[in-house]
């Protein structure tokens, strides 16, 4: 049995249990917490924090079950009286449209307001760039990447779109940090997390270091929550056939959609994920073909194998300002392989 005697709020959001009792969603859930509230009024300030957080970082969205509920209580308390007269009648009858007409505004869901992108932040290949938001956040761009900020943006909402990789520290507010992907939405309050979306790779990640953050796939599913030191990778259901080796594409189609790990370190306590932050390359126990892309997007150039054995290698190594020439020499002492360099193009063959 869990002990939940000293769990924070971010301890009880993190429980998919509590998830489906804050969403009104399951009602064994909503049975079974609101009867573990009522026997632990010590922490109930906790719970309550919980549910708050719950509903800042899922966009302020009311129970559906609670709505349904008052509404069903709302024609239950209305008694029946007998029509004395066609007056009455007509008192009732705009009473009773009234009471439609507030349920039909009742239940409808204020729409939200498209995102208009105004203000853009960009990196070429083989560039980083550190950028602070009006907010006061700041996010640090890897190269081939595009940040682009509401219109709206510290006003009414903190919105912005990421594609390529961005290591964001939030400053904290009573408005959501909302970053949107391709594959994903991310919701924060005050944190710091590395995002990584990039069109041409098989994988979207996100990696927690501190505070706490809800992601939502963009094509369905439920939310999640993830702690500091978590990652969640989800596996994109459709990747250009061009853009993949033989050897991803087999990859993609033998792992799950989405999977939550804990982050890397390297041996001197570098977390992986973030290390292109530093200026540093992490390799950590990776094949030829998942670094290709980072090597491609650090230096600048493409990269070709001229057999798909080559991609197989594996290598364990950090780098912070070597040339290609020397990235390449020092995998050259792991495994064996030869090289071309021609301008931008590189050639790896045995």
């Avoid at 900020?149 to 912005?160: M, Q, T, Y």
């Avoid at 391709?182 to 990640?205: H, M, R």
């Avoid at 959609?257 to 950590?284: C, G, P």
Wanted: proline letters at 4%.
């Amino acid at each position: 049995m869990i002990d939940r005697s000293k769990f924070e709020a971010e301890d009880f959001l993190i429980d998919a249990t509590f998830q489906h009792y804050c969403a009104g969603t399951d009602q064994l859930s909503i049975d079974y917490w609101t009867k573990y509230i009522s026997q632990h009024p010590e922490q109930q300030p906790t719970i309550a924090e919980a549910e708050k957080l719950y509903r800042l970082l899922s966009g302020n969205k009311a129970k559906l079950n609670e709505r349904i509920l008052a509404f069903q209580q709302s024609f239950e308390q209305v008694k029946v009286v007998p029509l004395k007269s066609r007056r009455i009648w007509w008192s009732v009858a705009a009473a009773v449209l009234l009471v439609i007409g507030l349920g039909s505004i009742f239940f409808t869901e204020q729409k939200p307001v498209p995102a208009v992108y105004t203000q853009i932040y960009q990196t070429k290949a083989g560039e980083r760039k550190k950028v602070t938001l009006p907010d006061g956040s700041t996010v640090w761009l890897n190269s081939k990447s595009t940040l682009k900020l509401d219109k709206r943006f510290n006003e009414s909402n903190r919105l912005v779109s990421l594609q390529g990789e961005g290591f964001f520290d939030v400053t904290h507010s009573k408005k959501p940090f909302k970053v949107e992907t391709s594959e994903f939405e991310i919701n924060v309050l005050g944190t710091a997390f590395n995002v990584k979306s990039y069109p041409d790779e098989i994988t979207s990640e996100a990696t927690l270091i501190r505070g706490l953050i809800t992601m939502q796939p963009i094509n369905g599913g439920g939310i999640i929550t993830l702690k500091p030191s978590q990652k969640i990778t989800l596996y994109k259901k459709a990747v250009a056939a061009t853009m993949l080796s033989p050897q991803k594409r087999q990859m993609k189609i033998s792992h799950p959609e989405i999977t939550i790990d804990h982050y890397q370190l390297a041996r001197d306590s570098t977390v992986v994920e973030t290390a292109w932050t530093q200026n540093k390359i992490e390799i950590l126990d990776q094949d030829f073909g998942e670094i290709k892309s980072t090597l491609e997007k650090w230096y600048n150039v493409k990269i070709t194998f001229t057999s798909p054995e080559l991609e197989k290698y594996r290598f364990t190594a950090t780098f912070s300002n070597e040339t290609i020439k020397d990235v390449l020499d020092a995998l050259q002492q792991v495994e064996k392989f030869s090289y071309e360099i021609k301008g931008d193009q590189i050639k790896i063959s045995k």
